[in-house]
């Protein structure tokens, strides 16, 4: 099963993301927002499967320092998927998919009972 990782490499979650797959001996593709940006289609196809809350983070510096009206397109799904792409390190890190199926975040527990059973 292919395993790709989306995320930014200074990331603490990404970090210890890695760190844990590393350990667990599965192999993964690890993909850089800062170096080849955040693909549009990718994006969008995450905010349909997990909602555009979860995708997108509104609690990091780039979404604090964006202006009032950016921040409001951060709510609707089109608009987000254009925002994100425009600023990938708004993105909830790391996504990773595998097969038709993604995670958000990193949890162990979730990776382990979805990564392992898959």
């Known amino acids: 099963m292919a395993i790709d990782v989306y995320g930014i ?6 970090k210890k993301a890695r760190r844990w797959l590393d350990a667990n001996g599965v192999d993964y593709t690890f993909h850089d927002y800062k170096r080849i940006g955040a693909d549009p289609e990718k ?5 349909a499967a997990h909602g555009v809350d979860v995708i997108v983070n509104k609690r990091g510096t780039t979404f604090r320092k964006l202006t009032e009206e950016q921040k409001a397109q951060a709510d609707d799904d089109q608009s987000a998927v254009d925002l994100l792409v425009q600023h990938p390190s708004m993105i909830k890190r790391p996504v990773v998919e595998y097969g ?19």
Not at 9 to 14: A, E, L, Q, R
Not at 100 to 118: H, N, P, Y
């Open 100 to 118: 038709a199926q993604s995670l958000v975040g990193f949890k162990e527990d979730t990776w382990s009972a979805s990564l392992f059973s898959a």
């Open 43 to 47: 994006v969008s196809r995450w905010i």
């Open 9 to 14: 490499p200074n990331c603490d979650t990404v």
